[in-house]
């Protein structure tokens, strides 16, 4: 089992609806959960962090964490186009690296 | 302010040959990490400096692998012997300090193996 699993997608959305995007991971001991923005051809850019169990809002974005379940996610809000990338969800390991699903591909047609 | 930087941008090199990549953090970062990328996959963790010292290297393939961070500023990743299989983007990311979780990447360095 993967340590931190992603649908790979790609996920098509509608622009102007909400995008939800969801992430596993298996170390129950997890405390620091992100999410990463990539396009293509460039490198990952933070979006969101979390580190208690509910909802944290950030404009568009919001990701919920329920640690019980072990899951993460992501929803944006009134998509746009230039929200079209891969979404990397990350989780703190317990010597401060990061470890990191395969990604989503997030479409958004306008 | 100046986010991280990574040079070069790209590296095309031929199997058997001794690259070095670096990495310049943001200011005032104590943390540096070194992840490497292949298409299709989410980075993989390679090493970790916290001021001048690898704190963590245990991601580092094998001993052709080696990083240093002499000033505990910037890094250089050092492969040697390259292979094919090293193809892959380079990236850098800092942080304020171990505790601070949020890391920032750089903009990563596309190393091609021939």
């Known amino acids: 089992q993967k340590e931190v699993e992603q649908n790979s997608g790609p996920l098509s959305v509608p622009e102007g609806a909400i995008a939800s995007l969801n992430c596993t991971y298996s170390?129950?001991?997890?405390?620091?959960f992100f999410w990463y923005r990539q396009y293509s051809g460039k490198s990952p850019e933070l979006i969101m962090s979390?580190?208690s169990n509910g909802d944290k809002e950030d404009g568009r974005f919001t990701a919920q964490l329920n640690k019980a379940s072990q899951y993460v996610s992501l929803l944006i809000r009134d998509s746009q186009p230039s929200d079209s990338a891969t979404y990397l969800c990350a989780v703190r390991g317990s010597n401060y690296q990061l470890i990191w699903g395969a990604g989503t591909k997030l479409i958004i047609k306008p | 302010g100046a986010g991280v930087s990574q040079t070069p941008s790209n590296k095309v090199t031929e199997k058997g040959k001794y690259v070095e990549l670096r990495c310049d953090p943001i200011?005032?970062?104590?943390?540096l990490y070194w992840y490497r990328q292949s298409l299709g996959q989410g980075p993989e963790f390679l090493i970790y400096?916290?001021?001048?010292?690898?704190?963590?290297d245990s991601g580092l393939p094998n001993d052709r692998f080696f990083a240093v961070r002499p000033e505990g500023s910037v890094s250089t990743l050092k492969i040697q012997r390259t292979e094919r299989g090293d193809s892959a983007v380079y990236l850098c990311?800092?942080?304020?300090?171990?505790?601070?979780?949020?890391?920032?990447f750089g903009p990563g360095t596309r190393l091609t193996v021939t």
């Open positions: 400096f916290q001021g001048t010292g690898a704190a963590d």
């Open positions: 990311a800092s942080s304020l300090g171990p505790s601070s979780y949020e890391q920032y």
């Open positions: 200011s005032g970062h104590t943390a």
């Open positions: 170390d129950r001991g997890s405390q620091s």
């Open positions: 979390i580190y």
